[in-house]
């Protein structure tokens, strides 16, 4: 996946990232990486402009999380309209979200290991959280 931040700027750090993946200089992780800032979940999100594409049993704790530390987000995560965390997405989006093209690689690890046999499914959107 190519993300380009001009249409909402950059943020400051990627939260769910290793440093082969990362998105932003700095990047928290759910592991220990080198380089990285902290436990993602754990640090405090107050009063920054983060990015996040978390492990999807994550995204409800994430928006948790958002409402809690009161930051800005950017949130990848799938247009599921059946999940339960679905209101909540669109809730806390104050922006009109972005549908991702997807590719065969988009959810792969640093060996190239594919690890969902069709993205195109996930409905990938980016979305601009705030609270």
């Known amino acids: 996946m190519d993300l380009n931040f001009g249409l909402w700027s950059r943020p400051k750090i990627d939260l ?3 440093l082969s ?4 200089q700095f990047f928290a992780s ?7 800032k902290g436990n993602a979940l754990l640090i ?6 983060a990015y996040a594409f978390p492990p999807f049993p994550l995204i409800s704790k994430v928006m948790k999380k958002v409402k809690i530390d009161h930051c ?7 247009a599921w309209r059946h999940q339960y965390w679905y209101s909540k997405l669109l809730h ?3 922006r009109p979200a972005i549908r991702l093209k997807c590719h065969p690689k988009i959810l792969s690890r640093c060996q ?3 690890l969902h046999h069709d993205p ?8 601009f959280l705030t609270t």
């Open 30 to 36: 759910i592991f220990w990486h080198p380089g990285t």
């Open 16 to 18: 769910f990232a290793t």
């Open 21 to 24: 993946n990362k998105k932003c």
């Open 44 to 49: 405090s999100w107050s009063k920054i402009f």
């Open 72 to 78: 800005s987000l950017i949130l990848i995560a799938p």
């Open 120 to 127: 195109k499914t996930l409905n990938l959107t980016a979305w």
């Open 92 to 94: 806390l989006s104050v």
């Open 112 to 114: 190239r290991q594919v």
